[in-house]
């Protein structure tokens, strides 16, 4: 278990470098992205100005104020709360982000899929866990929202955020087929089944 500090964007050299129950912090850029932004991008055929080649994405549709455009807020938008939803809807976007974008980390919560992980392991990916309910001290870890294109979606838009110390993070599936959702699991069958065992249950 290694703890890495990531200034994006990162090669697939240092992707591949993390294993499962490793920790990671991000400082510079973080896109956030959620379920209607993927759908215009990968089912509609809408593409996005911001280059995601080597940048992490996570899961959210954040609460934000409109404001005056000034130097704190460069893109019109003031940061409010910025949570993490969960990531198992949005699965079938994870191959697409990494072949067509480029994008080596997904930060969500509750875990991904088979399809994920094999697609970590082609591509040189990682899915990086957040605690749910964390969304006040994520949103500490916001300095600005830099930037938002796909804006009509808001407030599922593609948003550039501009993080300072953004974790610890925990790597929760990486490029080697581990995943602690598979251990959880494999955990809990094989106490179901002893459990079944010692009462007699075949």
């Keep these: 278990m290694a703890h890495y500090d990531f200034t994006m964007p990162v090669s697939e050299a240092r992707t591949r470098a993390l294993r499962v129950e490793d920790t990671v912090t991000l400082n510079g850029t973080l896109y956030g992205i959620r379920d209607a932004t993927q759908i215009h991008m990968f089912d509609r055929g809408r593409k996005t100005r911001f280059d995601l080649s080597g940048h992490a994405v996570i899961h959210t549709a954040p609460n934000v104020r409109k404001v005056e455009k000034s130097a704190q807020h460069p893109a019109g938008y003031a940061p409010l709360c910025i949570g993490t939803t969960t990531s198992d809807r949005m699965e079938r976007f994870s191959r697409p982000l990494m072949q067509q974008y480029g994008v080596r980390m997904i930060i969500g919560k509750g875990g991904l899929r088979e399809n994920s992980l094999a697609t970590f392991g082609e591509l040189g990916g990682v899915y990086v866990a957040i605690i749910g309910g964390a969304a006040a001290l994520e949103t500490t870890w916001v300095e600005a929202i830099e930037d938002v294109d796909l804006d009509d979606l808001y407030p599922e838009s593609l948003w550039k955020f501009r993080v300072r110390g953004f974790g610890p ?21 094989a106490k179901r089944a002893e459990a079944l065992r010692r009462l007699g249950v075949g």
């Design 169 to 189: 993070l925990l790597v929760a599936m990486d490029s080697f087929g581990g995943s602690l959702y598979s251990r959880v699991r494999n955990a809990a069958e």
